[in-house]
């Protein structure tokens, strides 16, 4: 066989080319190699796989040697395996934020060199860092008090156990292949599919957004509340006014620093990389102190004293001294506590009820592990907003209820508390569990090292977590847990006084971890919006796919910061954690959907490495995760859900082009196939009856579809419901016509989108039309959803000498839908029927029913009236009486049928009396017979076809010199007639007596030979034809009964001329053909 390439044996000579040439020369076809490939393909983005595309790079080396020249021929698309296992070998992953679809146009992409990590710098610490934060140092011992030791213990527990439950299934899809950079988006949209991937993805990308939100609230609040509370711009003018104050200042400052950590984050991302471990270290320092601290107070409990009035606890920030008066040099005097009570500093001044009744004591704040404080704090204490914070069994004397305790110096609760608000306020100390698999691009081994280090950091974390509940309610007195600021401690952070060496170690560690948070939010979110703007599937995002030359997110970050701006004018940390929460339980909620459709469905790809989980545990977190959304907030899992509902939509209406063989698809499989096998027990009933069509369409040439209009009919008949198979046959043998099938098929699905038309495509490719129409009719569909109808335009052309088998195949079809047990519909005129745009605003669709076809007639114009086109049509339904039928009676009977069957029409009965057979009918049948003679003589020769068609053309205008008809003969054979001449002929000899059509006959020698069957029914088709026109003629839509073919096939040609001059002079008409089975019915 004649190769055009050389091969040469390396063991014989070897390459002669200098190394430097060579070198030179390979790095050339490379790159050529790379620019083929990037502008290659339909302009779909493609996974980075070793096994895709291949061929083109390694085609030089695949022809070595003579071993495999029986394969030499597949060569090009399928790979050597020795070829394929070294690209195997030498894969590897794209860097971390850079996607696996991302293609720099501008410039060849560079390899880099990234340090490769393991389990524990690459997954673990950073997923400790990231789930270790704000919510411990400024919530927690808040929570622990509000709600108890117990019932916290529950909140963390079960946020825990749905982080744990996540990372198992996570585990198990991060190790099921190759994830490249993308983490946790990548491996729902490659497990649930585009819809769900980019509606997921978007939800995480927002969680991650206000999380960068809540961290930078955080930071503000440490920074104002116990680093520095002389830096509030905003100060409150009367006492109340405190909380507003707070949010405003987070609000001016919280903008402030979002600008400047944009700034940052897009000067130099390579930083907040570096100081990543600082921020660790000071969150591990911080945790450490707090043990530390916890150890001390068994043996050295710190003097934090509380001032309590009564049972009511004092803010500190005003006084010093816990006392009404002091005695100095045997004199009384009032304290600074005395002046905020009193309305003067003499002892016979006027005081608050409460403050007179109630004695001023002092306790420890922090009693100390061993003081067996953890029995008080066992139970909640949920309280409405500006509740006092109170000290239980501490005796206490009620005061009059008119005195106002706005103004006086008491712990104020600032919300009201209650256990679902608490756990969507702590969710977020629970996630960053995604930390790990984000960095999946930058790991040595990451199908190992992401289970083990995820599941690590949560139980470390989990540990941490519910220790310092039990250790918080052990140590600390229940009114200081409850007290969110640290007013009755004078300001200072809880958690802080509890840790050893000193209360700023937290500050200090707290302040720069949550600054890290913050950054890294800044870092990471703004990746993943590129990752799903770069995957093309949601459009209005594509702009934030762009960025700097080196692949930063630039518009990404804009967005980014613009989103988290909203978190920061919300301003309260309470108010922005359960928004965040929301978003991450979905994300959470899909990973565990995701491994649970994998396992069930059992695809041959689903092959996990993590073998330690199982769909039950995956379902489970599946189900708390959706039961923790309406746990911490009904309205905000609504609206999570809502968003995420309408990008799937959105998705799915725009049509996400991508084949990622997600589990969603094997699950659609899965269902179609259950609900084939249910369907395929019996036939519908005939309440659940409607037409499922197969749409017979001719192309051209071209491929192109010749009766556009076929489909616009097709969808305002099915709106969408049911089943449409649209096929069409191509002549040829399927070896030669791939390519024509090939293109075929996208010309009749884009005219199906154009159209608006939900349903199937099928060609076929047969040796002959005829038989590829057979074969559609008798194999379209599978199982219970085939078709029961058969739509078709009537061929409008039969009556042309060259295509003289359109006729032949047209009645073969009507033949074999009966024989199939199909209805038959044929639009004639198609091309005059209304396009979806269109709207009649008034008209009639028309009804002849003259046989009974098992109720079709009726039921197709109340499926047409349901579309927007036919909407304002009326219907109207004909019936035929004969001789011994009585109208009057027969119209009640339809009113009263019509009414049965919920049917709104007028109805009227039609009287067709029985008259002689016009001359007409008698000139009609001749044509028709003289032509079908003509047909039969159309296996001569080209030439004497031609000379018997002028015989016969001559012979008929011959017989046309006769005074008893006077119609000109046209220049062609199949002499039809004109609509003027039609009317007037058909009227003409109505009344005439026997005699006088005897004369006729005489006149016509022809006449006498003519068969009497055709003649019946031509007159029967003429006279129908009058009717019809009378009382139709300006219908909209004419529906009509399809008389069968006749038995005897030789008079096939003649059928088509009866059907022609049944609807000749209507616009648009179409003949049904039932079934033979009901398809309507008036019981309910």
């Excluded at 070198?23 to 339909?42: A, F, N, P, V």
């Excluded at 680093?227 to 003018?237: C, G, H, L």
């Excluded at 911080?286 to 003097?303: L, Q, R």
Aim: aromatic share 10%; net charge neutral; proline share 4%.
């Amino acid at each position: 066989m004649p190769t055009s390439f050389t091969v040469v044996p390396v063991e014989a000579q070897g390459d002669e080319r200098a190394p430097a040439e060579r070198d030179g020369q390979e790095k050339e076809e490379d790159e050529e190699d790379d620019e083929r490939d990037r502008r290659s393909g339909d302009g779909v983005a493609r996974e980075s796989s070793p096994f895709i595309d291949s061929a083109e790079v390694d085609r030089g080396n695949m022809y070595e040697g003579k071993n495999m020249a029986l394969f030499e021929e597949e060569m090009d698309s399928n790979p050597m395996v020795s070829s394929l296992l070294n690209k195997l070998a030498n894969y590897t992953n794209l860097t971390q934020g850079v996607v696996e679809h991302e293609a720099d146009e501008d410039s060849k992409r560079k390899e880099v060199k990234v340090p490769r990590m393991g389990t524990f710098i690459g997954v673990y610490l950073p997923c400790l860092q990231n789930i270790l934060g704000v919510i411990l140092f400024l919530r927690l011992t808040w929570i622990v008090g509000t709600a108890g030791v117990l019932e916290s213990f529950i909140i963390v527990f079960m946020c825990c156990a749905c982080t744990m439950l996540t990372a198992i299934s996570m585990s198990a899809i991060a190790t099921n292949g190759v994830v490249p950079a993308g983490g946790s988006y990548y491996m729902i949209s490659r497990s649930l599919g585009p819809e769900f991937g980019g509606a997921v993805g978007l939800c995480f990308y927002l969680g991650t957004t206000f999380a960068g939100a809540m961290y930078i609230l955080g930071t503000i609040e440490i920074l104002l509340t116990y680093i520095s509370p002389s830096a509030a711009i905003f100060k409150a003018e009367e006492v109340g006014e405190e909380t507003e104050a707070l949010l405003n200042n987070m609000r001016v400052y919280g903008t402030c620093i979002i600008v400047l950590m944009a700034i940052v984050v897009f000067v130099g991302v390579k930083y907040v990389n570096k100081l990543a471990l600082v921020f660790l270290a000071c969150v591990i320092l911080s945790i450490i102190a707090i043990y530390a601290g916890v150890i001390k107070t068994a043996f050295d409990p710190p003097d934090f004293p509380i001032c309590l009035l009564g049972n009511r606890t004092l803010s500190k920030r005003n006084f010093d001294v816990c006392a009404k008066f002091t005695e100095s040099n045997n004199e009384t005097k009032t304290t600074a506590l005395w002046g905020l009570f009193c309305d003067s500093p003499l002892l016979n001044a006027t005081c608050d009820d409460y403050f007179s009744l109630n004695n001023v004591t002092e306790i420890q704040g922090i009693p100390g592990i061993m003081s067996g404080v953890l029995a008080d704090n066992l139970w909640s204490t949920y309280t409405e907003k500006g509740s006092i914070v109170e000290k239980k069994g501490q005796p206490s004397v009620a005061g009059s209820e008119e005195t106002k305790m706005s103004g006086l110096p008491y712990v104020f609760t600032d919300i009201m508390t209650y256990f679902t608000m608490l756990v969507g306020i702590y969710f977020p100390s629970v996630t960053g569990i995604m930390a790990g698999s984000n960095r999946s691009g930058d790991l040595k081994d990451a199908q190992k090292s992401i289970p083990t280090g995820t599941i690590l950091a949560i139980s470390t974390t989990s540990f941490i977590y519910l220790s310092c509940i039990v250790l918080f309610g052990a140590c600390i007195e229940g009114v200081i847990l409850r007290d969110k600021f640290g007013e009755a401690v004078k300001g200072n952070l809880v958690v802080g006084t509890l840790a050893w060496p000193s209360p700023w170690v937290i500050v200090i560690g707290s302040f720069f971890s949550t600054c890290g948070a913050g950054l890294q939010s800044l870092t990471g979110a703004p990746r993943l919006l590129q990752a799903i703007a770069r995957d093309g599937i949601v459009p209005f995002i594509r702009v934030f796919g762009h960025g700097k030359a080196n692949g930063e997110p630039t518009w990404a970050l804009l967005l980014t910061a613009g989103i988290c701006e909203i978190g920061i004018l919300i301003a309260s940390l309470d108010s922005v954690a359960p928004i965040l929460s929301m978003f991450f339980l979905m994300c959470y909620m899909f990973v565990n959907l995701a491994c649970a459709v994998q396992t069930l469905l059992r695809t041959p790809n689903w092959r996990p490495r993590f073998k330690y989980y199982h769909w039950t545990l995956s379902f489970l977190g599946m189900s708390l995760c959706l039961a923790l959304m309406f746990i911490c907030s009904w309205y905000y899992a609504l609206i999570a859900m809502l968003i995420a509902g309408c990008i799937y939509k959105y998705i799915e209406y725009r049509g996400a082009e991508k084949e990622w063989g997600d589990g969603i698809r094997g699950l659609s499989l899965n269902a179609a196939r259950y609900a084939l096998l249910r369907v395929e027990d019996g036939p519908p009933h005939t309440k659940n009856w409607r037409p499922q069509l197969l749409v017979l369409l001719n192309l051209d040439s071209e491929q192109l579809v010749k009766h556009p209009r076929l489909l616009s009919f097709t969808s305002q008949l099915k709106a969408g419901k049911g089943l449409t198979i649209v096929g069409s046959v191509l002549q040829g043998i399927y070896l030669d016509k791939c390519t024509e099938t090939q293109k075929a098929e996208e010309n009749v699905k884009a005219l199906m989108a154009v159209e608006k038309t939900k349903g199937f495509c099928q060609i076929v490719v047969s040796p002959n039309f005829r038989d590829g129409i057979s074969c559609l009719i008798q194999s379209a569909g599978l199982g219970g959803m085939k078709h029961n109808t058969v739509l078709m335009a009537w061929p409008q052309s039969w009556k042309q000498t060259e295509n003289r088998f359109s006729w032949k195949n047209f009645v073969d079809t009507v033949r074999e839908t009966t024989a199939a047990q199909q209805a038959l519909l044929v639009a004639k005129n198609i091309d005059l029927f209304p396009t979806n745009q269109e709207r009649f605003t008034e008209g009639n669709i028309d009804v002849w029913w003259i046989v009974h076809d098992g109720g079709m007639l009726m039921l197709l114009p109340f499926l047409l009236r349901q579309h927007k086109v036919w909407r304002k049509c009326k219907m109207r339904i004909f019936t035929v009486a004969q001789m011994d039928d009585n109208s009057i009676q027969m119209k009640k009977d339809l009113q009263m049928f019509l009414y049965h069957l919920r049917l709104n029409a007028e109805v009227e009965v039609v009287e067709m009396f029985e008259n002689d057979i016009s001359a007409f009918t008698y000139e009609k049948t001749l044509m028709m017979e003289q032509r079908s003679q003509m047909l039969k003589q159309m296996q001569l020769s080209k030439n004497e076809r031609e000379r018997e068609a002028q015989l016969i053309h001559d012979r008929n205008t011959a017989s046309r010199s006769a005074p008893a008809v006077k119609a000109a003969v046209p220049e062609k054979v199949q002499m039809t007639w004109t609509k003027e001449k039609l009317v007037a002929e058909k009227h003409k000899n109505k009344d005439s007596n026997i005699s006088g059509f005897k004369d006729i006959f005489n006149m016509k020698p022809e006449w006498g030979n003519l068969n009497q069957s055709n003649v019946r029914r031509m007159h029967t088709a003429v006279k129908l034809n009058g009717v019809v026109l009378n009382k139709s003629q300006h219908a909209q839509l004419v529906l009509l009964n399809m008389p069968g073919p006749p038995k005897n096939r030789k008079g096939d040609e003649n059928y088509m001329e009866f059907l022609e001059v049944l609807t000749e002079g209507l616009d648009r008409v179409l003949l049904v053909r039932g079934s033979g089975r009901e398809v309507i019915t008036i019981y309910s």
